[in-house]
Nanobody, 124 residues
Framework: QVQLAESGGGLVQAGGSLRLSCAAS????????MGWFRQAPGKEREFVAA????????MYADSVKGRFTISRDNAKNTLYLQMNSLKLEDTANYYC?????????????????WGQGTRVTVSS
């Protein structure tokens, strides 16, 4: 079993920055493709970004492209999401997940393990 734990969420002013971390434990992390998703109350889970196990393939949702950066440190079994120029609409619970599917990077159905989430609130 793979366990994922997000951290780094909090309250931030619009235009500010926040860095999220996802610590993986259990079995292999270095060979796993990973992704970030977010979900606001009453809304569906939304794809944010994804990264291959080697970091050679990176995907971003159009809504965050140019503002967010996904990265990983396999030696530390940790996934990161650097969020800059935050907007009010970025407010959500953010989840990291492991991808094992092959259909689409942005499809939640391609991911089999999920963290509990960390809350990000952007204020004006």
């Amino acid at each position: 079993q793979v366990q994922l734990a997000e951290s780094g969420g909090g309250l931030v002013q619009a235009g500010g920055s926040l860095r999220l971390s996802c610590a993986a434990s259990g079995r292999t992390f270095s060979n796993d493709n990973m992704g970030w998703f977010r979900q606001a109350p009453g809304k569906e889970r939304e794809f944010v970004a994804a990264i291959s196990w080697s970091g050679g393939i990176i995907m971003y949702a159009d809504s965050v492209k140019g503002r967010f950066t996904i990265s990983r440190d396999n030696a530390k079994n940790t996934l990161y999401l650097q969020m800059n120029s935050l907007k009010l609409e970025d407010t959500a619970n953010y989840y990291c997940a492991r991808r094992r599917g092959v259909r689409r990077w942005s499809d939640p159905g391609d991911y089999d393990y999920w963290g509990q989430g960390t809350r990000v609130t952007v204020s004006s």
